[in-house]
């Protein structure tokens, strides 16, 4: 009969290397999310109504001839202009923002007091105990007892804000309503060396007030919508200094 022995060997395993691998993989992990955070924090958002621009219905078919000489799909008024009137046409429009307001205020309060009180009463030194005090004191002759009070207040603010935005935008028709107003949008991007920025432009538009080529201004457009932001380094280190102020706000230092 065989009789087999296993011994059981110990293993070291070195973690050290291990963990440091660990930790590196999540340190990569945390700094990539830091960088999409910081990249999507810095794009600028909007209020304009999407989307900034449309393209035109395609023609419908033109249909058989039927051997007369008018058709009514190929139809176009002789005395019609190049205003726009279509889904996908283009209006340029002049942005004249100008506006001011001024706020002042004031107030003011002023309230007087008097109490007189006269009294055949005092407080005799010869009482036990509680005469012999009181009566040193300033208060120990109640006969005769005044008191006066003022006071007032006075206020005043004053606040002013302007601000002047001027500049052009072709925006595209992008609906055309029921009563024949256009809705207009149109997004314009530059692009610097050190960032970008963003001109955007929404509204509702009367054809009535378009002028010759095609201009209308942006006082004349209905539930108006005009941003102009921008995305650049600025804006980074805006965010940057968010971060900057969560990180500080937990050192120990």
Not at 72 to 100: C, K, L
Not at 115 to 125: C, E, G, Y
Not at 131 to 150: E, V
Request: proline share 5%; glycine share 6%.
């Amino acid at each position: 009969m065989r009789t087999f022995t296993f011994h059981n060997k110990p293993t070291n395993i070195n973690l050290s290397s291990y963990e440091v691998s660990l930790r590196n993989y999540f340190s990569y992990i945390l700094f990539s999310f830091f960088l999409l955070l910081n990249a999507c924090a810095i794009t600028p958002d909007t209020i304009v109504k999407k989307p900034t621009t449309a393209r035109p219905h395609e023609a419908p078919a033109v249909a058989a001839s039927s051997g007369a000489i008018f058709n009514a799909q190929a139809f176009h008024p002789m005395f019609e202009d190049r205003r726009p009137r279509y889904v996908g046409d283009i209006v340029t429009i002049n942005i004249t923002e100008n506006t001011s307001a001024t706020k002042a205020g004031g107030s003011s309060g002023n309230k007087d007091g008097k109490a007189d009180f006269t009294t055949n009463a005092s407080i005799k030194s010869n009482v036990p105990i509680v005469g012999g005090i009181a009566s040193k004191l300033p208060f120990g002759n109640l006969s005769t007892f005044s008191a006066n009070s003022a006071n007032s207040f006075a206020d005043k603010a004053a606040e002013n804000a302007s601000n002047v935005f001027t500049g052009s935008i072709t925006t595209t028709v992008t609906e055309v309503l029921p009563n024949g107003n256009l809705v207009v949008s149109g997004d314009k991007q530059v692009s610097f060396d050190k960032g970008t920025e963003f001109v955007r432009f929404s509204g509702v538009v009367n054809p009535d007030t378009i002028t010759q080529g095609n201009f209308v201004t942006s006082n004349k457009v209905a539930d108006a919508r005009i941003e102009y932001r921008t995305n650049s380094k600025i804006d980074a280190a805006a965010i940057s200094s968010i971060f900057a102020r969560f990180f500080l706000s937990i050192s120990p230092w």
